[in-house]
């Protein structure tokens, strides 16, 4: 695992105008899922374009572990399940790496099961509060045993017949509401998640997909009531999973701040829940086509054609975040060259994701000159449009604390400050897009260091 490994830093410098046309690998989120329900289910799934990241890597490891028979042959993983409730017992603890979504969505999955299962990852992952995912399962009656805090390495054991329940997520996520759903397909009866605040609704849609009994009621507010069926038939399904997003995010960030750029993304998924950047960039003042905009297996995908902009600041809605919550680094870079103030509210999540990311982006922007305020829950960005100043000329590295989208968001900003910016380590880019150095490179990127 790169995150074990020796840290490599990498360097960015202000490069020529970018172009091209890239395909982005496939989104994490759907290739976790893809990989935990064709394990889950009866019979065949064949999945295209999975996201080979280190962390999809890490949750196929762990479904082998649990009687999942997963191959590739040529592009396309072949994985025979288990069917619905019969997950084998784990004779090792299952190593989740940096990966929240792994480990937390397969706590659900397994922890309400009559065996122990134990979750262990890197030194970010141990950081990380599992409680929000631990609670609900204590209430559905398993057994947890953690590390203080609710950290990792944990223990779960279920018990003999788990109780349903009516859990209403007290924070924006898409882990913790997806776990209690994974608790419920292995729990008889009908168990209920209610969410506030909507968030990527992945896990709804694909278990709808494997056929699982699941409804999502909408009321007047916004708040959504899911209700699933438990111990139902999953069979297995044919998958052609969309680019990502969030990856998708930095080379269009970056051809929307390099001069001259022309870069167009194929295959990009557009589902409403994931595409809160989009729609800020735009309101920005970012030149973003979207092509071809099209329906492929219940998803919305389309390509996007992205030009060189002049970008000023905004204040962003605080009810956006969820559909871009792992886009605010990003966003803060872009913001470092807008004209005029951005303005970021209601950012409590990022504090807990693979890094402290508000701290992590505020210190990354103050070390290479950017104007900036950190709050509690907010970001306030005083952009530079003619990149002056920015960038360290010292060569002094951005702590990226072994979070992906930290060390990739400052290498987009690299390419267009006047002095270069060098992140402490690039490995763990694998975890999430191990194609990014080849892919900016590609399209004209100056990124030296990291994996190469
Ligand atoms: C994810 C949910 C989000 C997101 C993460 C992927 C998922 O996390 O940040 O990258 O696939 O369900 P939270 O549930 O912590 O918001």
Redesign the pocket.
Known sequence: MSHGAQAKPATARKSQALSGTVRIPGD??IS?RSFMFGGLASGQTRITGLLEGEDVINTGKAMQAMGAKIRKEGDTWIIDGVGNGALLAPQAALDFGNA??GCR?TMGLVGVYDFDSTFVGDASLTKRPMGRVLNPLREMGVQVTAADGDRLPVTLRGPTTPTPITYRVPM?????K?AVLLAGLNTPGITTVIEPIM??D??EKMLQGFGANLTVETDADGVRTIRLEGQGKLTGQVIDVPGDP?STAFPLVAALLVPGSDVTILNVLMNPTRTGLILTLQEMGANIEVLNARLAGGEDVADLRVRHSELKGVTVPEERA?SM??EYPVLAVAASFAEGTTVMNGLE?LR??ESDRLSAVADGLKLNGVDCDEGEASLVVRGRPDGKGLGNASGAGVATHLDHRIAMSFLVMGLVSEHPVTVDDATMIATSFPEFMGLMAGLGATIEGGND
Request: proline share 4%.
């Open positions: 994490k989120s976790h929240g979504t969505l924006a996520s898409a882990q913790v997806s968030t990527r992945h896990t969030s969820p919550i792992d999540e807990v994701k």
